[in-house]
């Protein structure tokens, strides 16, 4: 069973930057694609990136987002650049094994508010 805790999220001026951080524990984090997800309200859940040991993106966070993972810590981060309002959710960070595409472990969520 893996455990999954995101932090960093906050109020933050558009045009700001945030860092996402997801900490894993009881797996082994290296076997694991990594993925982060948001949920605004009334909308449904959105892919956001994922990471193996190649990162990729949904088309809201190209250019902006930046998605990596420290196997030594077990953590994920997202780097968050050039905040819009419309970033405003709830971001989770997501775990699933590496030969799958599905994520079997979810975070409880860190809420991020983008303010213009």
């Known amino acids: 069973q893996v455990q999954l805790v995101e932090s960093g999220g906050g109020l933050v001026q558009a045009g700001g930057s945030l860092t996402l951080s997801c900490a894993a524990s009881g797996g082994t984090f290296s076997n694991y694609r990594m993925g982060w997800f948001r949920q605004a309200p009334g909308k449904e859940r959105e892919f956001v990136a994922r990471?193996?040991?190649?990162?990729y993106y949904g088309d809201s966070a190209k250019g902006r987002f930046t998605i990596s993972r420290d196997n030594a810590k077990n953590t994920v981060y997202l780097l968050m650049n050039d905040l819009e309002p419309e970033d405003t959710a709830v971001y989770y960070c997501a775990a699933g094994p590496n030969w799958a595409d599905r994520y079997d472990y979810w975070g409880q969520g860190t809420q991020v508010t983008v303010f213009s």
């Open positions: 990471i193996r040991s190649i990162p």
